[in-house]
């Protein structure tokens, strides 16, 4: 089994920073990449940003390119989101997730495991 441990949300004011974590306990093998998604209220779950464990390589959503970096401690099987210029539309509940699977993996339905989430909101 794998869990899943955010932290780091909180209030920030607009054009504020915040950096999230995910702490990850369970196996790192066959996994291939670790995500953050957000979900806002009435909205539907969306893709943030994410990161393939073996090789590094990042994927953003085009609304956050620019303002958020996604990071990785194999060491630590930990991931983070680091989230600068924060807007007032940033607000949302953010999840880390985990891919064990083949699919894209820039979309929700390709992730297998889940944490509880961590809010963040922005005020203007």
């Known amino acids: 089994q794998v869990q899943l441990v955010e932290s780091g949300g909180g209030l920030v004011q607009a054009g504020g920073s915040l950096r999230l974590s995910c702490a990850a306990s369970?196996?790192?093998?066959?996994?291939?990449?670790m995500g953050w998604f957000r979900q806002a209220p009435g909205k539907e779950r969306e893709f943030v940003a994410t990161?393939?464990?073996?090789?590094?390589?990042?994927y953003y959503a085009d609304s956050v390119k620019g303002r958020f970096t996604i990071s990785r401690d194999n060491a630590k099987n930990s991931v983070y989101l680091q989230m600068s210029s924060l807007k007032p539309e940033d607000t949302a509940v953010y999840y880390c997730?985990?891919?064990?699977?083949?699919?894209?993996?820039?979309?929700?339905?390709?992730?297998?495991?889940w944490g509880q989430g961590t809010q963040v909101t922005v005020s203007s």
């Open positions: 369970g196996r790192t093998f066959g996994r291939n990449a």
């Open positions: 990161i393939r464990w073996s090789g590094g390589s990042t």
């Open positions: 997730a985990a891919n064990y699977a083949r699919g894209p993996i820039t979309i929700a339905s390709s992730y297998n495991y």
